[in-house]
Structure formats: structure tokens, C-alpha cells
């Protein structure tokens, strides 16, 4: 399935988005399906580690830190401005 939606990647940080889904591609698509990033899941970005990298991220009320190249392939609709 070919998602058009913005990247998790792309949200700033302390801002939230819903999942649509995940690149097929992505290496760890099903782990992350398991832990929660399932379609309609509310995710949102806590901060960044002191050189950018990875990210602390909230979803399902679990802290998660992903690389930003892995929030590359998780789409997400997000409204610029919507905390």
C-alpha cells in the first residue's frame, strides 16, 4: 500500500499525529505494528537526544526512542499547528 500522508519523521517535536500506517519496506514494520503503531494509534514526540537522534516518542501511553530514519517510513496525518 502506497501512503501519501506526512512522514512521523516530518511532526515537530511536542506535537502529536494518528498513525495511517506503515511502508512494507520498512525493517521493522511488524515489530512496530506489535508495540502499537496500528492505524488510528495517537502518537506524540516528546524530544530529541542532545544531537537529534534518536527521538522520544509516546504512543499507547509506552515511551519509545526511534532513529529519526525510522519515523521516515511511518505515515501519519498530522495538521501543522495542532498540538
Do not use: C, N
Not at 512521523?8 to 502499537?36: C, F, M, Q, Y
Amino acid at each position: 500500500m502506497l501512503f501519501v500522508g506526512t512522514s512521523l519523521a516530518s511532526v515537530p517535536l511536542g506535537h502529536s499525529a494518528t498513525v495511517e500506517g506503515i511502508d512494507r519496506r520498512h525493517p521493522l514494520r511488524k515489530r512496530l505494528l506489535e508495540l502499537g503503531f496500528v492505524p488510528g494509534a495517537r502518537v506524540t514526540l516528546v524530544r530529541a537526544a542532545p544531537m537529534g537522534d534518536p527521538l522520544e516518542l509516546i504512543a499507547g501511553g509506552t515511551h519509545f526512542a526511534l532513529r529519526r530514519k525510522d519515523l521516515e517510513l511511518i505515515f501519519v496525518e498530522y495538521t501543522e499547528g495542532a498540538a
